[in-house]
């Protein structure tokens, strides 16, 4: 009876309202009335692990780009010196296919909890494509070569300054993106080092690529985005919730 007298006490953290034994219900940890509680759960039915997968598989491309376009170089770069010919129009082609799929994959990331990111990822991602298809464009019109002074000189990475300028601005956004993420969960060594690889693959990116150094870093940095987005699961954490003493009443 006086337990019964005390439960009456309890209100519902959302609005307030006053509760007794048999209303008062448990979730995440908060005591609420059944009608908030159906409030506070997320709507909709937005499926995250298949943007994992597209991510996942942006990142595989990434990683392929990047190896040949490391190997090549090395391969190429002793052997014909002042005439080595970078492969940027199969490297952009490649990259801009895996940006806009990596994009999707860490838009889906933090899409429930922080929308701000999840669409900072996206429109990062298409504006970097974008200047990748520009500079498609400009060495389908152009060809591999430039002038300056009277010197022919080959196109690389950095003639394509806005192209990586925008390519860097990105794999910092999504770097951010994933330690976002991780304040919202828990701790794993797969989300530190996919944001640690971003962060430095960031900020090599922006002083110019350097080849090969630059590359192992980026194949190093999509290894790891890999395995980070297949051992990705559910994003929100959702409780069951419970009566006063712990009962549950629907799991979620
Ligand atoms: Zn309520």
Redesign the pocket.
Known sequence: MVDREKAKLVS?I??G?ELDASTAMRYQGAI??N??ILAQKPKGSFEERPFFIIGALGALIGLFEVTIGVLYALVFTPVMFDFYIPPMTFYYCGMTVSVLLQGLGFYALNRELIPAASIACLLTALVSVITQILAIWDLIIGGPYYEIEGMILTKGFGYYSLTVTMYALFTLTVGLSIILYVGQTKIENVTVAASGMYLIGASFGSLGFLWPPVGFIHVLMYIAAILFFFTRTDIVMKGPVETLDYQIVEST
């Open positions: 519902c959302f609005c309202k609420a009335c009608e908030c």
